[in-house]
């Protein structure tokens, strides 16, 4: 358990998000991990991710697993009820999962089955607290368990809140390690300074906190995104700078590979990178910016 030993040693750790394949074909998903074998901790599955119907966290990770990787697998409120996450979770333990991170969720409006309805039958703190259940021995009816699971536990946090939203969200953190959440995965960090004010806020509380490093795909995708994402701030001059850049993919690695080493030099525990769907640049962002 590699992510365990490194978020209690303190050393540094790399995430990194795969999404598992919409469809059977998982070769390019098997061939982006090998290509940071050794690179990364562990890799984040998520779990239907924006709500786009694709193989499920349980079964991108379990083939990752048999593969040799260490990884996180996402649970979510938003598609099943307590009897089907509760059997997940049991199923994903036996073979072999020991990290899941337990989310909310995007809206399914967002994905490409507009007309569904999501389940959120319990919401995140349940969730979390459902986990510790069965990690105690007993589901959420009390009935007891032939053989408890043993997970390392996270879940997500936005660093992005200000004002009195964000003295809900730390509510809501304190809420979350109440539950048993040990790391905190958060909303994509851009701006450095607004993130260190949000982890003085943090203090002294008994969670890892780490921060998300998004690769951005043009000055247009970074645009949107700080406009339309809440709590998510793109400074102008970051967005200016990839839209000036020759080579504005190269440009947008190298802010992400630059993000992922100032964040080291700040003192964070470690950094999950998402390239939604540019898995193939995983390596470029950790070998380090190119000039």
Same mark, same amino acid.
């Given at each position: 358990m590699q992510l365990q030993n490194k978020l209690t040693s303190g050393e540094f750790l790399v995430l990194a998000e795969m999404e598992p394949p919409k469809g059977v074909d998982v070769s390019s998903m098997l061939d982006s991990a090998n290509k940071v074998r050794g690179r990364v901790d562990a890799i984040v599955i998520p779990e239907i991710s924006s709500a786009v119907m694709r193989m499920s966290s349980l079964g991108g990770a379990v083939l990752l697993q048999s593969k040799g990787f260490e990884t996180v697998m996402q649970i979510c409120c938003r598609d099943r009820n307590r009897l089907a996450l509760q059997a997940d979770l049991l199923a994903a333990q036996a073979l072999g999962i020991a990290n899941v991170m337990a989310v909310t969720g995007e809206d399914p409006s967002h994905g490409d089955h507009r007309h569904i309805r999501a389940v959120n039958d319990v919401d995140l703190t349940e969730l979390l607290e459902a986990i510790q259940n069965l990690q105690s021995g007993r589901d959420m009816a009390g009935v007891e368990l032939n053989g408890a699971p043993r997970f390392l536990v996270g879940s997500s946090v936005n660093s992005g809140a200000s004002g009195g939203a964000l003295d809900l969200e #730390? %509510? &809501? #953190?304190? %809420? /979350?390690?109440k539950a048993?959440? &040990?790391f905190f995965v958060t909303a994509p960090v851009f701006d450095?300074? +607004?993130? +260190?004010?949000?982890? /003085? /806020?943090v203090g002294d509380r008994k969670a890892k906190i780490i921060p998300t490093v998004l690769l951005l795909k043009s000055s247009g995708m970074a645009r949107y995104i700080d406009r339309q994402q809440d709590n998510v701030n793109i400074p102008a001059d970051l967005i200016n700078r990839i839209k000036k850049a020759p080579d504005k993919v190269r440009e947008c690695v190298n802010i992400a590979a630059e993000l992922v080493s100032a964040l080291k030099d700040a003192g964070s525990c470690g950094v999950n990178i998402a390239t939604l769907g540019w898995e193939h640049k995983l390596l470029d962002i950790l070998t380090g910016p190119k000039a």
């Open positions: #730390l %509510k &809501e #953190l304190d %809420k /979350k390690i048993g959440a &040990e450095l300074e +607004a993130f +260190a004010g949000f982890m /003085k /806020k």
